[in-house]
Nanobody, 115 residues
Framework: QVQVVESGGGLVQPGGSLRLSCKVS????????LGWYRQRQGGGRVPVAT???????VYIHAVEGRFAISRNNAENTVDLQMNSLKPEDTADYYC?????????WGRGTHVTVSS
């Protein structure tokens, strides 16, 4: 059974930084495709950043140059470093694990960007 737990959300002022972390237990982490998604109030859940087993990454245009996804296969974690945060980054952030086509989600962590 794969378990996914996010942490690191909170309140930050515009222009500030936060680092989200996702801890994954179970499964073969090193082969999984890992992603961070977000869901704004009243909206759907959308991908923000994805990292493959070979560390290739992709980002949505809105966060390119500001966010960085990384993975640590030794610790089974995937992090999202968020810099130059904007109010429109306010959302619930979710970690997704794609393990050979089986999808697992964490419960999410909330980020509020406000002065």
């Amino acid at each position: 059974q794969v378990q996914v737990v996010e942490s690191g959300g909170g309140l930050v002022q515009p222009g500030g930084s936060l680092r989200l972390s996702c801890k994954v237990s179970g499964g073969i982490f090193s082969r999984a495709v890992l992603g961070w998604y977000r869901q704004r109030q009243g909206g759907g859940r959308v991908p923000v950043a994805t990292i493959w087993s070979n560390h290739t990454t992709v980002y949505i245009h809105a966060v390119e140059g500001r966010f960085a996804i990384s993975r640590n296969n030794a610790e089974n974690t995937v992090d999202l470093q968020m810099n130059s945060l904007k109010p429109e980054d306010t959302a619930d952030y979710y970690c997704q694990v794609d393990h050979s086509g089986m999808i697992y989600w964490g419960r999410g962590t909330h980020v509020t960007v406000s002065s």
